[in-house]
């Protein structure tokens, strides 16, 4: 079961993810790193599952073409249509000039 993982397994799971695509491509770690602006002991602990920094990962996606990967890491947040039925309204009051009496 996917959450069942351990963070170093979603670690190694996304390190042979990024390296197979890297392989797919026929791109060799130092031309990646180049074509991302990253350091290349950045693109090797990636791919050995050693993390590296989230712009790391961020401009290595983007170097392989695949951006869209953060989308799904962090969808927008959104309120279920269901939840805004049920919610109850917020009463709001009508603020009274203080110190002045309509007449």
């Known amino acids: 079961m996917q959450e069942d993982k351990t963070p170093e397994e979603w670690a190694i799971a996304l390190s042979r993810q990024v390296r197979d695509l890297r392989l797919r491509q026929n791109i060799d770690q130092q031309r990646l790193a180049e ?22 990962l961020i401009k290595l996606l983007r170097a392989l073409g695949r951006v869209e990967w953060l989308s799904t890491l962090a969808p927008e947040v959104s309120i279920s249509p269901m939840l805004l039925l049920r919610a109850k309204p917020v009463r709001q009051r009508a603020s009274s000039a203080r110190g002045k009496r309509n007449v």
Do not use: D, I, P, R
């Open 35 to 56: 074509q991302a602006g990253v350091a290349l002991n950045a693109m090797k602990n990636l791919e050995n599952g050693k993390g590296t920094t989230v712009a790391s």
